[in-house]
């Protein structure tokens, strides 16, 4: 939004970039701030998925900035946000309306570059559950998901906190209770306010906790196969929690309480196929990845 500060009856211009990429790149992230560059904005609005949301925060703090993306990549790097920011999910996955963290890849590299600043955490982030009903299944899978590929790994990571843990075992359990309700129905009102809810509550747990093996493992599946986040996030998740349980037996078997007993059968049940080869990726990549 352009023109007036926003408040009570505030008029202004509306500027769109509607070109975000799934997965967004430099590139991508160039062409918006340029736009922004332009629009001199008074309030930046991420309305969409994760990729739309994590732009919105890049867009609040880089242009007029004198930093780019490298030069703010890592922890705590932004020197500050001169305009307002609101995000308004439209997926229910990533969280990212209330996170402070955005990811944008480089393609030399086909790597992610990670930001994390106070600085980009939302004035205003509005959940409205009615907004994702018109989600397609194959998203609703996949964003759902992510969702809780959020809350598994910062419940059972070591930097794990009480106060998150209520957050993020309660996002398991609904993404348990609705996922596949909600991929075989879309406007089951009630699935969609679950799992609008499990996405919310794993976003609580990635500025304090964040997540840990899984999610590492599975960014390279996207940024060198371009595999849908949540897809190759649902992909590494039974084999990463596998592998931690004996570290985190209890939580381990929460886990597996709140969804039926079998990850891999979970994910499979809602019409995905959990082999990697399913999917275009080769074996000879594997050492690169």
């Given at each position: ?127 409205d559950a009615t907004l994702t009903h018109s989600v397609p299944p194959d998203v609703t899978a996949a964003t759902g998901l992510d969702a809780l590929a959020h809350c598994i790994e910062c419940f ?134």
């Amino acid at each position: 939004l352009s023109g007036e500060k926003p408040g009570r009856g505030a008029q202004g211009e509306v500027t769109v970039f509607a070109n975000t990429k799934p997965e967004p790149d430099l590139p991508n992230l160039l062409a918006a701030c340029a736009l922004a560059e332009q629009a001199q904005p008074d309030c930046v609005v991420g309305f969409g998925g994760g990729s739309a949301m994590d732009l919105a925060k890049l867009v609040a703090v880089l242009p007029g900035s004198g930093q780019f993306l490298h030069d703010v990549a890592g922890p705590e790097k932004v020197a500050g946000r001169a305009v307002l920011l609101a995000q308004v999910p439209t997926t229910a996955g990533t969280g990212s309306e209330v996170g402070t963290r955005a990811l944008v890849t480089d393609p030399a590299t086909r790597n992610k570059v990670a930001v994390q600043s106070r600085h980009m955490l939302a004035d205003i982030a509005v959940v409205d559950a009615t907004l994702t009903h018109s989600v397609p299944p194959d998203v609703t899978a996949a964003t759902g998901l992510d969702a809780l590929a959020h809350c598994i790994e910062c419940f059972t990571s070591r930097k794990a906190h009480p106060v998150i843990d209520l957050h993020v075992l309660e996002g398991i359990r609904l993404v348990g209770r609705f996922l596949k309700r909600a991929v075989e129905d879309g406007a089951d009102a009630e699935a969609r306010a679950g799992l609008m809810l499990a996405s919310l509550y794993g976003g609580f747990g990635l500025g304090p906790v964040n997540t840990t093996s899984g999610h590492a493992i599975a960014y390279p599946l996207g940024t060198r196969h371009h595999l849908p986040h949540g897809l190759a996030c649902a992909l590494i998740m039974p084999h990463a929690l596998a592998f931690n349980a004996p570290a985190a037996e209890a939580k381990t078997a929460l886990v597996l309480e709140a969804l039926g007993g079998d990850v891999t059968a979970f994910c499979s049940g809602l019409g995905l196929d959990m082999r990697l080869r399913a999917h275009g990726i080769p074996a000879e990549d594997l050492p690169a990845m």
